[in-house]
């Protein structure tokens, strides 16, 4: 076996609106310019895929599909509308993807200013209106969706990212898209991955602490990003399916742990609509925990 230093490999690119980046050690004669190329090709699939804000995207298409057609889909996509109608039920009903004309009529996402807070549409059950059909690739609506995917996409981003790097023979790596991280082995000298949480403050970027971790993902969920003030209120862009409002739980921000990052991603969506830690009001999987912060 060669005793070669390990090489360590930085790789960044725009992607979801953000940026993603992937730090990985490999023996030094790993290509990793070619490596750079097919994790930007991958992630880029994911976004043409399943970005809201791609009128061409695979979801916009669903969403556009008349009631009742069905709707030949990418593998991927599928995987991610069946995590996400599993989570859904799950969670009951705390994460659910069809909010996404909700989250527009407050003024967020790719969707903003379609519909009014103050007449709000009723609203079919997002599991229930819409069918999968694994088998043959395709979806149909049973009533009017707006699917929206921000709140899992990036996970399934990181976790597809995560994916090429083991096909590519490396274990050590850490792959993030804005807060949603996923790391693999620890590194070469044996550490792990130091990631830093931020304090739930509005406009600042100051880390209230760090978790090491391995072989295992992270999210980050919260009340104060993406978010505006309104009479010294936060109007959060995370919205509490049952109210139809802004959540305004006790929670300013909610990071969970999970095997996967598509997990990690849309449980922490889910308790931040809950506000509490434990959840009381549904049972999340053995395989998860969640750091809470107040604000
Ligand atoms: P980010 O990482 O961009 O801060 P999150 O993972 O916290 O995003 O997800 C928030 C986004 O998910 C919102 O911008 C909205 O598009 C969508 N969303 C809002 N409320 C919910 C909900 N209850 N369930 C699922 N998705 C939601
Ligand atoms: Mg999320």
Redesign the pocket.
């Known amino acids: 076996m060669s005793t070669d230093p390990m090489m360590r490999i930085a790789l960044n690119g725009a992607t979801m609106g953000t940026r993603y980046s992937v730090v990985a050690y490999a023996r030094p004669a790993f290509d990793a310019q070619t490596l750079g190329q097919k994790l930007h090709a991958a992630i880029s699939e994911v976004d043409a895929v399943m970005s ?1 804000w791609k009128p061409d995207s695979d979801i916009n298409r669903l969403n556009r599909a008349a009631v009742g057609e069905w709707v030949e889909l990418p593998p991927g996509l599928l995987s991610v509308l069946r995590a996400a109608l599993a989570i859904e039920a799950q969670s009951c009903g ?4 069809g ?2 004309a909700t ?1 527009g009529a407050w003024g ?2 790719p969707y903003a200013g379609a519909g009014s807070v103050h007449s709000p549409v009723p609203r079919p059950v997002t599991r229930q209106a819409l069918e999968l059909d694994q088998v043959r690739g395709r979806a149909r609506k049973h009533a009017p969706l707006c699917l ?1 995917l ?3 996409a ?1 996970g399934f981003g990181v976790d597809r990212l995560a994916e090429m790097l083991r096909s590519a023979g490396l274990s050590s790596w850490l792959v993030s898209i ?3 991280v996923r790391a693999g082995a620890p590194k070469p000298d044996g550490t792990r991955w130091a990631i830093g949480i931020e304090q739930p403050v509005v406009g600042r970027r100051d880390l209230s602490g760090v978790i090491e971790i391995a072989d295992m993902a992270i ?4 009340t104060y ?2 978010c505006r003030e309104e009479r010294g209120r936060i109007v959060s ?5 049952a109210s139809g409002c802004p959540v305004e739980g006790k929670l300013a921000s909610v990071t969970v742990l999970a095997p996967t990052c598509m997990e990690a ?2 449980w ?3 308790i ?2 809950e506000g509490r830690w434990p959840a009381s009001g549904f049972v999340t999987p053995t395989e998860i925990d969640a750091l809470v912060l107040t604000g």
């Not at 705390?94 to 993807?97: G, L, N, V």
């Open positions: 809201n705390a994460f659910d993807i909010v996404g989250v967020f996402g929206d921000s709140g899992i990036k804005d807060g949603e999210a980050t969920s919260g990003r993406h862009h995370t919205i509490d399916p991603d849309a922490a969506t889910a931040l609509v």
